[in-house]
């Protein structure tokens, strides 16, 4: 019996700018919904561009109605409060579709560079080109939108294990 589609929104968190990208996958197949950024005012205050990240995130969810999603973590640097900045838009990334009852799954950016191009090390013109290979029809406005593709299509690569991980 054939796996039903599964549409799964990828998010590449961001504080100024948060990718996000839709496909869907049916068995081995993955197709292009739609993707984009959410940008916040940064001259706002945090609460307000927070604010702003959550709702771009809610019109995404409904607008596509997501299955799943996934997320990248947090990578840290040596500059501690851009990677609090930045975990604070990541939790936004991770509530909004927790508060829709759908399921988050994780990866590192490390993660997603080796299951789309084969290396962990690939840089944004390489994981741009792979997208275009694997999702032809895709279009996207910048490298936030193509990682936040390259998200969901770790997640639908990697769904299956997880879902064998916490015995379903």
Request: a positive charge.
């Amino acid at each position: 019996m054939a796996e039903p589609p599964i549409r799964i929104l990828g998010v590449d968190p961001g504080l100024r700018r948060t990718g996000w990208g839709v496909i869907v996958t049916e068995g081995t197949r993955l197709s292009y919904l739609g993707c984009g950024t959410i940008i916040s005012n940064d001259k706002a205050p945090l609460a307000e561009r927070l604010r702003e990240l959550h709702d771009g995130l809610e019109e995404i969810i409904k607008a596509y109605a997501p299955d799943e999603a996934s997320v990248e973590e947090t990578f840290v640097n040596k500059d501690a409060q851009a990677t609090l900045k930045l975990g604070h838009a990541r939790g936004i990334a991770l509530l909004v579709p927790a508060l829709h009852g759908i399921s988050v799954g994780e990866y590192s950016a490390n993660m997603v560079k080796k299951t789309v191009v084969g290396s962990g090390h690939a840089d944004k013109q390489q994981i741009q080109a792979m997208i275009k290979v694997l999702l032809p029809k895709a279009t996207y406005n910048g490298p936030d939108a193509a990682d936040a593709l390259a998200i969901a299509i770790t997640h639908a690569h990697h769904r299956k294990a997880r879902a064998l991980a916490k015995g379903l």
